[in-house]
């Protein structure tokens, strides 16, 4: 028994000079890595431009069997000390669709606008006072010393941080519990002292770091891969491509443009359902977010366009209903498989609905993941280009958009419905760069020599007018 009882004490003593060991390790290195990043820590304002490619969603891609990557280009500036910022960014997303947003936040207000004006025209659109906290958190990952700091600045190291050195691949590893809903996971290099990698292991993201040189007068990471939720591959592939530490963000940032509107709040908008021809109704409301067309036949109702979540297509079928209590909804029309087109499908085919869209269409549906448990349900009636169904002739055609994608055309009425080939603000401001198959649209509409009196966009603008669509045609491509 005196000797179990002199081993026992042996182990308790042992670990206790092992945790000591590595908690005293611990403190060391957090002391070592603090001196190397002292010549950052005070840096409080910064320009930070950087760009990087993103992975598209297969459902927001040409094909979704060969998913692209989008390019970005981004200009961001920072206050942490009066919580202010300032971000300019620009996507190109495939087939010349050419984003150019601003977002800032000054002492009083947070709001987005668009310099292009193809989604948004001269209005800015408020947000949360709280997005400088998401911003600024988004944007502090991007640089290494800006990384480190909620590592370098935890008080309570013997009970937060656990360290591990693994001398065969030379490197430190430090996993920081700040909160018990979050652990975040450290890796540097010993010699060089260089941070490798983080795993924020809550929110499932992994950021390497690599291709460290200087940048006026900063020794920091020009390379950083970024994985998101599980990906193999890059989730984003960004390169550093200045940084500066700045005095102030100028005034005029923190502005709106001379022009510029806000816009009035879209939350909980209220759907009308009213004609705009004979047995032809749109589903809209007063900001015109989303756009749905229905046509009467008999006791029949076929809806164009398809709401991007379930929710919102309850919301329309509950409006149509209440305006027909009468009819049945038997189809909708489908223009092409992107995610926020064909995700609230669904709800129609427990209506019983019949799915209208081409060949390529319903082979993306049949394969989108969200269906997988519920596809058997699905009936489809596959367009081909010209055909004509109750009065509406459907184009199909090839698109730098999507593979496949087509629009209606009712010929009695003069009236387009289309997702996605022409896309005007609300205000009808014309953009300054159009996409190169908005203007492929309109010279296939010409060619058909169709008499359009009015295109209704199912994005942001029911009631596009020949006069918007010829201004639109004289503006720049990509």
Known sequence: MRVYFKALLLVVALSCFTFSTYANEAKSFISLIKTHYQSTSSIETFSLTHSYLGRSDPYQSWDFQAPTRYKAFKITEIDTKKQHYYQNVVHNFTG???????????????????????????????????????YKNLTLMNLDFMAVRPLINEVNTDEKIAYHQDDKANTVTLIHRPSEKSTMEYVFNIEPLRLVSITNKSRKRIYLYDDYRYNNGFYFAHSLIKKYNGDVNPSFITRIEKFEEIDQIDTEKLMLPAGYFKAASSKKLDLTVKAIANDLYLVTDDLATRNTLLKINNNDITVFGVSRNTKSSKHVIDAIKQRFP??????????????????????YVEQGAVIYADAYTVNAIKA??????????????????????????????????????????FEQDGIIFQTDFLEVAFDNTIAKILPSYSKRFIEFVRSEQLKVNRIVGFHRNNNILPEVVNQSYQANTM
């Open 368 to 409: 989108f993941p969200r269906f997988s448990k519920v596809i058997k349900k699905f009936n489809f009636k596959t367009l081909s280009n010209e055909q004509v169904i109750d009065g509406v002739r459907f184009y199909v055609l090839e698109n730098t958009r999507s593979k496949r994608q087509s629009f209606a055309f």
């Open 326 to 347: 009468a009819k049945n909804i038997t189809a909708v029309y489908v223009t092409h498989p992107y995610s926020d087109h064909i995700s609230g499908l669904l709800p």
């Open 96 to 134: 010349g669709q050419y984003f150019d947003e601003v977002h800032f936040q000054n002492d009083e207000e947070s709001l987005r606008y668009e310099r292009n004006g193809i989604s948004l025209g001269k209005s800015a659109i408020e947000q949360s006072v709280n997005s400088f906290i998401r």
